[in-house]
C-alpha cells in the first residue's frame, strides 16, 4: 500500500485492553469490575450529570459548535493548580496533547527517549511523525538506575525525554527535587512529565514551569476526576510553551458536553479527594491482604493500581483468565521484558478489592 506515510508501514500498534464489557448488557455491567484501563471505578461528581442535563435543555446546544476559548474553564484549572491561567491550557484528551507535542517540538528524525515500561501511546505517537524512538529502562526489580538514565541521556541526545510519574506501569515515583535536577542538567532537553495519576501520588512538578521552559506536564481527567468517556486533559507549561502549543491547537475540538462535565467536576474537587483517599485505602489493604500469597508479588505504586507480579509467565496468563471468567478485567502488561510476567490492577474502593482480593486468593485455593 503507497498512501499511508512511510513510518507507519511497519509501525507496531498500541495494544488495546479487553473491551468485553461493552458486549455486557447496561443493567449488568454492575457486575463487572473493569480493571484494565485504570479508570475511576465510581461515577464523577453528581454535578456533572446535573450540568449535562441542563445543558441538553438548551436549544442552541446541538448545532453549534462549542466554544473556543471557554475562560471560565481556563480560570477553573488554573485555580486547581494553583498557577496562573497562561501556564495552562485544555484539550481533547491528554492523547490529543501528546499529539499536538509531537507536532510542534518534534522533527522528523529527532530521537525521543522513553522512561521504559511505560504508557506505549506516546511511543506509537512519536513514531507516527518521524520519530526516532528509544526507551532507558528501569532495572528488572523496578528500581530506577539514576547513572544508567542520565548516560543514555548524553549518548542519545534526546529532543524530548518522556516520563510517566507516577510510572505506569510500576508504580514508580520520581522526586520534584529530581525531576528539576533533570531540568537543570539537561537544560537543551525538553522533558515532557505526564503526571495522569498525580492526584493519588500528591507529587506535581507544576510549580517548576514558572522557572524552566524544557518542561512540559501534561495531565487527564480521565482517572481521579472519573470523566475517561469524556476526554479531557490539559497542559501546564512556560506561558512561552504554551503558546507556541497554541499557534496549532483546534480550539473547537474540546465538546461543549466534555467542557460542561471538566467544568462541573472542578467545581466540586472535594467529590474527587474523597474518591481518591478510598481508593487509597482499597489499594493499602489489597497490598496487605495478598502479601501471603504463594508466588504472587504486589508491588507498592503511588498510582491508582497496582502491578502484580507472578513467577512465569504462564502462570500469569492463568489468573488473568480466571479474573476474566469472573467478571474482573486487568492489563496485561507487554511494554518491555522486565513486566513479562506481570499484569496491573486498577485499585478502587476497599470493598472492591475485597472482591478482587477473593477471586485472587481462591485461584492459590483451588
Not at 507516527?128 to 538514565?149: K, P, Q
Not at 507556541?244 to 467544568?263: D, G
Request: hydrophobic fraction near 40%; include cysteine.
Amino acid at each position: 500500500m503507497r498512501f499511508p506515510n512511510k513510518y507507519l508501514r511497519n509501525i507496531r500498534p498500541y495494544k488495546l485492553a479487553s473491551h468485553a464489557i461493552w458486549s455486557v448488557k447496561p443493567e449488568d455491567r454492575e457486575n463487572v469490575l473493569k480493571l484494565d484501563w485504570n479508570e475511576a471505578t465510581i461515577a464523577p461528581s453528581p454535578l456533572v450529570k446535573q450540568r449535562i442535563e441542563e445543558l441538553l435543555n438548551q436549544p442552541d446546544f446541538f448545532h453549534l459548535y462549542p466554544v473556543t476559548h471557554n475562560e471560565k474553564l481556563l480560570q477553573l484549572i488554573a485555580n486547581y493548580v494553583e498557577l496562573p491561567k497562561e501556564n495552562v491550557q485544555y484539550f481533547a484528551s491528554s492523547d490529543a496533547l501528546h499529539e499536538y507535542i509531537c507536532k510542534v517540538f518534534i522533527s522528523e528524525g529527532d530521537p525521543v527517549m522513553i522512561l521504559g515500561p511505560s504508557y506505549d501511546n506516546f511511543r506509537l505517537t512519536c513514531q507516527a511523525n518521524g520519530a526516532d524512538v528509544f526507551f532507558s529502562e528501569f532495572n528488572e526489580d523496578f528500581t530506577f538506575n539514576t547513572e544508567r538514565f542520565e548516560q543514555d541521556i548524553i549518548s542519545k541526545e534526546p529532543a524530548v525525554v518522556y516520563i510517566c510519574n507516577p510510572n505506569n506501569p510500576t508504580g514508580y515515583l520520581h522526586s520534584v527535587d529530581y525531576i528539576e535536577h533533570l531540568l537543570q542538567t539537561f537544560p537543551d532537553t525538553l522533558f515532557l512529565v505526564d503526571e495522569a495519576y498525580s492526584e493519588f501520588s500528591g507529587v506535581t512538578a507544576k510549580d517548576l514551569v514558572l522557572r524552566y521552559d524544557n518542561l512540559l506536564i501534561s495531565r487527564t481527567m480521565s482517572k481521579a476526576f472519573a470523566l475517561a468517556n469524556f476526554r479531557f486533559g490539559y497542559l501546564i507549561a512556560s506561558k512561552e510553551n504554551v503558546q507556541f502549543v497554541n499557534r496549532i491547537r483546534n480550539p473547537k475540538n474540546i465538546s461543549t458536553i466534555t467542557q460542561t462535565a471538566a467544568q462541573a467536576a472542578l467545581e466540586d474537587v472535594d467529590y474527587m479527594w474523597k474518591y481518591v483517599q478510598a481508593t487509597e485505602e482499597g489499594k493499602k489493604w489489597f497490598i496487605k491482604e495478598t502479601k501471603q500469597l504463594p508466588r504472587l508479588h504486589v508491588h507498592e505504586s503511588f498510582g491508582n493500581f497496582v502491578l502484580v507480579q507472578l513467577e512465569t509467565y504462564e502462570e500469569k496468563i492463568a489468573l488473568i483468565h480466571y479474573l476474566a471468567e469472573r467478571n474482573i478485567f486487568v492489563r496485561d502488561t507487554m511494554q518491555s521484558p522486565i513486566v513479562h510476567n506481570c499484569f496491573r490492577i486498577t485499585c478502587g474502593t476497599k470493598e472492591q478489592m475485597k472482591h478482587v482480593a477473593e477471586i485472587v486468593k481462591s485461584f492459590y485455593a483451588g
